[in-house]
């Protein structure tokens, strides 16, 4: 389990967190929580998608931008759609907002391995939800 609590998106060689992934790849939790809004392009995160064993991932509280809102998720539906083995995803205390909910609803639609979607304060509204339900039965 990797914990990074109030991670601040810090500047990393991105060669040397993918080899450090490659090297611990029986790391299956991921939690960065309270850090600033982050992005997909951060190394750090981007690294762990693509490449570990990551199962458990709790970005609660990273996604706090309403204006970059879609942008992450239209960059983070793809990922997860094509993710083999996330079962836990937390999205807590994030603004997701229905249009980002609407493009996790897509990306489920092709995922099969996510059991445990949390979206605790997340701004999603009964569009968002409705979205969510039918990317989960698709």
Known sequence: QLFLDGYQG???????????FRQNSTIESLIITGGISISLED?????????????????????KVPARSEQIFQEFGPLLSRHERIREL????????????ELLADALKTNRSLEILSLRSAHVGRQGILSLCAGIVA
Not at 15 to 20: A, E, K, P
Not at 44 to 62: E, F, N, P, V, Y
Not at 90 to 101: E, I, K, P, R, T
Request: glycine share 10%; net charge negative; hydrophobic share 35%.
């Open 43 to 63: 190394p750090l995160l981007g690294s762990a998608l693509r490449i570990s064993s990551i199962q458990i991932l709790d970005l609660s509280g990273c996604f």
């Open 10 to 20: 810090h500047n990393y060689n991105t060669q040397d967190l993918q080899q450090f």
């Open 90 to 101: 937390y999205l807590n205390d994030n603004f997701v907002g229905d249009s980002g909910a």
